[in-house]
């Protein structure tokens, strides 16, 4: 196995298949969730940079079969590099929430203050459903703050959540945004496993209720969970980068990825959810 990781370790800005598994920063994951193969086994090869170059899009994408135990990467140094959650946080934010009853359900309102924000879809009164789907900061920053320092940091390190560190009380409404919170997407793949075998620490109410509200698209043939993310986001001083994460639900498997790119200042944002949508076809999985 070692050596498998190591041969392919000198191919890192490569598009791979490989096999390993995803230890936690601070604690092994059970190994219900990342299954311990003693051989190695046979790896379906797909190639994902084309995907990179035909959207000329520069960043990293990992899917990984569960029941095989696969991994399917493209750039797999960046895979393993931390970064800002930005709204990906969303999730461990919804989960935070409801566990603590800081928020009644997904279907409380919370009122819009008035204020008018770069997007008009945040400009009303927002429900957790509502809000999720449309990505509103306002609406998790009210969240956040209604949870506190103290209770944030503790669910943070409870569930091991990337390097569960959340910095001072005085940004406990922006730290995923741009504090010290920092989350590879190895890791965004490990907590996304974690939350589909309800082996977080909250009650398998709350987590059921997020994983309903995470659905963007359901056929008959697969369902996808999915929440997007965007660093820096209006920033032409920092690096702007884009996160897709989630899972597709298809037969009896699931898929879990982790897309991670750079926007430019005026870049699509539309481009991580493509991107990740052209590399699940080609694994014949839409």
């Given at each position: 196995m070692n050596q498998i990781v190591s041969c392919f370790g000198c191919l890192a800005a490569s598009s791979l298949a490989i096999i390993l598994t995803l230890p936690a920063r601070t604690q092994p994951v059970?190994?219900?969730?990342?299954?311990?193969?003693?051989?190695?086994?046979d790896a379906i090869s797909a190639d994902f940079s084309q995907h990179f170059q035909d959207l000329e899009i520069e960043g990293s994408i990992l899917i990984y079969d569960l029941n095989r135990d696969l991994?399917?990467?493209?750039?797999?140094?960046?895979?393993?590099?931390?970064?800002?959650?930005?709204?990906?946080?969303?999730?461990f934010n919804s989960l935070?929430?409801?566990?603590?009853?800081?928020?009644?359900?997904?279907?409380?309102?919370?009122?819009?203050?008035?204020?008018?924000?770069?997007?008009?879809?945040?400009?009303?009164?927002?429900?957790m459903r509502t809000a999720l789907q449309v990505s509103a900061v306002w609406f998790y920053q009210v969240l956040a703050r209604r949870i506190g320092y103290d209770r944030m940091q503790h669910w943070v390190s409870s569930a091991n959540y990337g390097n569960q560190t959340i910095g001072s009380s005085e940004a406990i409404d922006r730290f995923w945004?741009?504090?010290?919170?920092?989350?590879?997407?190895?890791?965004?793949?490990?907590?996304l496993q974690r939350l589909y075998h309800n082996n977080l620490p909250f009650s398998e109410d709350v987590m059921a209720v997020v994983k309903d509200i995470l659905i963007v698209e359901q056929t008959p043939d697969y369902t996808i969970r999915a929440k997007s993310g965007w660093v820096a986001f209006g920033r032409v001083d920092r690096m702007q980068i884009?996160?897709?994460v989630g899972y597709i639900e298809q037969g009896e498997n699931v898929y879990f990825f982790a897309t991670n790119i750079d926007i430019d200042v005026d870049g699509d944002g539309e481009a991580r959810m493509e991107l990740t949508r052209r590399c699940l076809k080609t694994l014949q999985l839409l």
């Open positions: 059970p190994e219900s969730i990342t299954p311990q193969i003693e051989q190695p086994v991994i399917y990467q493209h750039n797999p140094a960046r895979n393993v590099t931390p970064f800002l959650p930005a709204s990906t946080f969303k999730i935070v929430a409801l566990e603590t009853g800081v928020i009644a359900n997904d279907l409380a309102i919370l009122t819009w203050d008035g204020v008018d924000r770069a997007f008009p879809t945040w400009n009303r009164d927002l429900n945004l741009n504090g010290d919170l920092r989350i590879t997407p190895q890791e965004q793949i490990q907590f884009g996160w897709y």
